[in-house]
């Protein structure tokens, strides 16, 4: 029953995680469209220090939005803050990471595979890591040659998600790899509203209400602050799906992969800031597409061995097919997860709805036994069963041969 309810609690906190996520992600879109979008207004309202006005259509009704250049002469009453936003997600996703990675290491997080850890080393290892990474944000961002230029900073920031992701994938296993590379960035974006944005604003009121002039600077870094966090939003969302679809992080190089797709969706992001600002550069969009499309094909699963190669043309000479044998296989291999009533010391209802306890079952799901067991080896779950490569290759001839019955 732990587990049963184990599982309520995250669905729970993942339920409020991708809600506040969709509220902090969706802000940040708006912001950056609306800020695009401002058109220089009537005499009347520049005396008044507006810097744009925008007129829109929503819902029942028709909006009128103005940024000022840097403060109305008099605070209004109600003033309306955007952090807890960004806070909740943040917030949320820790909770996740411990409920998920760090009280369940030995299934999610540690691959002995990888490196034989303790569930306290990996543990330790990931809270340390996420934190080290956000304290070299913060200090790269803090050295002036970097802050007056967005593009030598964008690459040193490039190549500490480099080294993050390296390291990551030779700890912990694919997954929980990504999911502390994702920490990471959402650490460091929460931390940007938190230390930055957020006390910029503040001091922007508080010098309006005392009557002080407010100070360029403020705005300035939480401008800078706020365009990080637009430009990370895309891979972070991409890191937050990645769960559900192994073959981008059980491969040999999946740090690249990782690095490969931060850097597609980012320049895609790229392209809706430009057409935001009434730039348009579809070549950026078709070019992230392609880039999509050639990772996927780089990746594609193929033979991974000379040994396996052997196997298969052992296999290939043997013309009939040994169904029962497959059976067998599934059943020991597969069955302790994928069955009505899993054996499974992590799964206590079949992932993804999969049984497989009879023939049918098998013939059913045949093409995604292949697919994950077969082409890309991420099933078993961590190999946990310990299937061989003669297994597997004898499941994907079953399949092959169009998973006969006999």
Known sequence: MESYFMDWLEMLFRWMHVIAGIAWIGASFYFVWLDNHLESPPRWK???????????????GIYEV???????????ETLHWFKWEAYTTWLTGVILLILMFYLGADAYLIDPRVADLTPVQATSLGVGLIFFGWVLYECLCAIPILARNNYLLSFFLLLMVMALSYTFTHLFSGRGAFIHVGAVIGTIMAGNVFRVIIPSQKALVSAIETGKAPQASWGQK?????????????????????????????????????????????????????RHQGINQPLILVTSFLA????????????????ESAISQQLSEVRQINVSQVQRILRERCASCHSRVPTDDVFIVSPAGVMLESLSDMQRWAKRIKARSVDSHNMPFLNKTGMTSEERLLVGRWVDAGAPSE
């Open 46 to 60: 520049s005396d008044k220090g507006i810097k744009g006005d925008l007129w829109a259509i929503h819902g029942g």
């Open 66 to 76: 103005a940024k000022y250049q840097l403060a109305p002469e008099k605070m209004p």
């Open 222 to 274: 939480a401008k800078l602050r706020s365009t990080h966090n637009n430009y990370f939003t895309l891979p972070l969302v991409f890191i937050m799906i990645s769960n559900h679809y192994p073959m981008t992080y059980s491969g040999e190089n999946s740090w690249l992969v990782l690095i490969a797709i931060i850097g597609i969706t980012a320049f895609a992001r790229h392209y809706f800031n430009l």
């Open 292 to 307: 999509a499309i050639l990772l996927a094909w780089f990746i594609a699963p193929t033979p991974t061995s000379s040994s």
